[in-house]
């Protein structure tokens, strides 16, 4: 193995403060200190690409979610796709690239307990964190498990122009069903229906969304995929149909704010008398079973019928802003970091 450079120095976000409403680039400072030695037991991760999320948001308030918060002073956490460059532990060899829990920084240490998974050789690191990762997995399984979609089924998604949207629609494509899209801006709408083959989009922004759920759903809705919660997830509700199911993936439209909105109205009364499921589940709880998911994903990807865009931003100096943009809806398809090349 040729000689690896390991920069003297680590460049980090810490998180400054805890944002006191919408989420500012001051909340994190800027921070650069020399890269940690690796001692026993312990691996040196090189960042490559950093996935940026919208669950990121949550991670820096006060309260635990599926994961501590990130404290006060502490490096932003992130999920980083990375390569090994220096490693004192058995099953991590120099030039490995893996996956895990790496956050905004040029490098971090990995210990023996450290949830960090190695990717194979060659592995094409942009698919990875997009279609063939935890964007790929939250669609496969929040829309096969929990929602269970049949042939000639309606299926809803919202942000389904976002990473894990778009993804969930063209699967229920692929499974036989209707499928309607909910995204924010023409553009996003067009490229679902044009490029990816959703049979109709809604404009949440400049649509009546109750009205246009029932144009485009005419036989109502059986498996809506919630990304957004909010009003999309309210509209939704009172168009289901009698043993519908509902996925509660996330709730982007709830977590930049000091002041969520209170749940939907009709609950939990639509549930009893339509016989509704509202279910909500983390990727993680099936990390045992990610073979046969990747399997699927990566057939239907080289047959063509999974189709998958990035949106990847040059520069770990610019993860905040790009954090920001995504709450807004900057974003078509994986947004995510390059932090640094692949050069081992
Ligand atoms: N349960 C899990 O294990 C798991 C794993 C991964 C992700 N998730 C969740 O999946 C959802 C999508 O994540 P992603 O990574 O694929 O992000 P994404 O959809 O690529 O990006 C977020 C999108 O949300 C939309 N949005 C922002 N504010 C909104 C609002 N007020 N109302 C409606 N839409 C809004 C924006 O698109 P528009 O232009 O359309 O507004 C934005 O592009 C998130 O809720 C995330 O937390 C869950």
Same mark, same amino acid.
């Given at each position: 193995?040729?000689?690896?450079?390991?920069?003297?120095?680590?460049?980090?976000?810490?998180?400054?403060?805890?944002?006191?409403?919408?989420?500012?680039?001051?909340?994190?400072?800027?921070?650069?200190?020399?890269?940690?030695?690796?001692?026993?037991?312990?691996?040196?991760? *090189?960042?490559?690409?950093?996935?940026?999320?919208?669950?990121?948001?949550?991670?820096?308030?006060?309260?635990?979610?599926?994961?501590?918060?990130?404290?006060?002073?502490?490096?932003?956490?992130?999920?980083?796709?990375?390569?090994?460059?220096?490693?004192?532990?058995?099953?991590?060899?120099?030039?490995?690239?893996?996956?895990?829990?790496?956050?905004?920084?040029?490098?971090?240490?990995?210990?023996?307990?450290?949830?960090?998974?190695?990717?194979?050789?060659?592995?094409?690191?942009?698919?990875?964190?997009?279609?063939?990762?935890?964007?790929?997995?939250?669609?496969?399984?929040?829309?096969?498990?929990?929602?269970?979609?049949?042939?000639?089924?309606?299926?809803?998604?919202?942000?389904?122009?976002?990473?894990?949207?778009?993804?969930?629609?063209?699967?229920?494509?692929?499974?036989?069903?209707?499928?309607?899209?909910?995204?924010?801006?023409?553009?996003?709408?067009?490229?679902?229906?044009?490029?990816?083959?959703?049979?109709?989009?809604?404009?949440?922004?400049?649509?009546?969304?109750?009205?246009?759920?029932?144009?485009?759903?005419?036989?109502?809705?059986?498996?809506?995929?919630?990304?957004?919660?909010?009003?999309?997830?309210?509209?939704?509700?009172?168009?289901?149909?009698?043993?519908?199911?509902?996925?509660?993936?996330?709730?982007?439209?709830?977590?930049?704010?000091?002041?969520?909105?209170?749940?939907?109205?009709?609950?939990?009364?639509?549930?009893?008398? *339509?016989?509704?499921?509202?279910?909500?589940?983390?990727?993680?709880?099936?990390?045992?079973? *990610?073979?046969?998911?990747?399997?699927?994903?990566?057939?239907?990807?080289?047959?063509?019928?999974?189709?998958?865009?990035?949106?990847?931003?040059?520069?770990?100096?610019?993860?905040?802003?790009?954090?920001?943009?995504?709450?807004?809806?900057?974003?078509?398809?994986?947004?995510?970091?390059?932090?640094?090349?692949?050069?081992?």
């Amino acid at each position: 193995m040729a000689d690896v450079k390991i920069e003297p120095m680590n460049r980090q976000y810490v998180l400054a403060k805890r944002p006191a409403g919408a989420l500012q680039e001051g909340d994190f400072s800027w921070v650069e200190s020399p890269t940690p030695p690796v001692g026993p037991g312990q691996a040196l991760v *090189r960042s490559i690409y950093l996935s940026l999320d919208p669950a990121n948001r949550g991670w820096i308030n006060d309260v635990p979610t599926y994961r501590p918060p990130v404290g006060l002073g502490e490096p932003m956490a992130g999920f980083v796709i990375g390569q090994v460059v220096a490693s004192n532990r058995d099953d991590l060899a120099v030039g490995d690239l893996v996956e895990g829990d790496g956050g905004w920084q040029d490098y971090a240490i990995h210990g023996p307990d450290s949830a960090i998974y190695k990717l194979p050789p060659g592995d094409d690191l942009v698919a990875r964190m997009s279609v063939r990762g935890v964007t790929g997995l939250t669609a496969y399984w929040g829309l096969l498990d929990i929602g269970e979609p049949k042939a000639g089924e309606t299926v809803l998604v919202s942000a389904a122009a976002g990473a894990v949207g778009s993804i969930v629609g063209q699967i229920a494509k692929i499974k036989g069903c209707h499928v309607v899209g909910v995204a924010g801006t023409d553009e996003k709408c067009q490229w679902i229906v044009d490029e990816l083959g959703f049979d109709k989009a809604i404009n949440y922004k400049t649509e009546n969304v109750m009205k246009a759920l029932g144009q485009h759903c005419p036989d109502g809705i059986d498996v809506y995929f919630d990304n957004v919660g909010g009003e999309v997830l309210q509209a939704a509700l009172f168009r289901m149909n009698q043993g519908g199911r509902m996925v509660c993936c996330g709730v982007v439209s709830q977590y930049d704010t000091a002041t969520p909105a209170p749940g939907p109205h009709g609950l939990p009364g639509l549930l009893v008398v *339509r016989r509704l499921r509202m279910e909500g589940f983390i990727v993680m709880d099936y990390a045992d079973r *990610r073979d046969q998911a990747d399997r699927d994903l990566a057939g239907w990807v080289a047959d063509g019928r999974l189709k998958y865009k990035v949106d990847i931003i040059d520069g770990l100096e610019n993860a905040p802003k790009a954090l920001i943009g995504l709450l807004h809806g900057e974003n078509t398809g994986k947004r995510m970091i390059r932090v640094s090349g692949e050069t081992v």
